[in-house]
């Protein structure tokens, strides 16, 4: 069993850099992989980033490459999302989500999320 807890968001200019956390308890959380979403105001839940087990293998939606940073500490158990170059359209609730593998298309856990809101 793992639980997630995201934290990090809140209201940020356009332009601003947030940095998001996930933090995990429970079971070995560096055998999973880990990716963060978001869900916008009448949007559907869409993978903004993603990050296999060891930290190696690291993919992003186009929409945020070269502007957000995945990245993990193991021994801390946790995963962050640096977002820089904030847009209002990254405004979203961001959650985490973990699964044995990388690449999987169902999440085996997820946190409950952390707003962000981007102002323009």
């Known amino acids: 069993q793992v639980q997630l807890v995201e934290s990090g968001g809140g209201l940020v200019q356009a332009g601003g850099s947030l940095r998001l956390s996930c933090s995990a308890s429970?079971?070995?959380?560096?055998?999973?992989?880990v990716g963060w979403f978001r869900q916008g105001p009448g949007k559907e839940r869409e993978i903004v980033a993603r990050i296999n087990w060891s930290g190696g293998i690291k993919d992003y939606r186009n929409s945020v490459k070269g502007r957000f940073t995945i990245s993990r500490d193991n021994a801390k158990n946790t995963v962050y999302l640096q977002m820089n170059s904030l847009k209002p359209e990254d405004t979203a609730v961001y959650y985490c989500?973990?699964?044995?593998?990388?690449?999987?298309?169902?999440?085996?856990?997820w946190g409950q999320g952390t707003q962000v809101t981007v102002s323009s």
């Open positions: 429970g079971s070995i959380f560096s055998r999973y992989a």
């Open positions: 989500g973990a699964c044995v593998v990388y690449g999987c298309n169902v999440y085996d856990y």
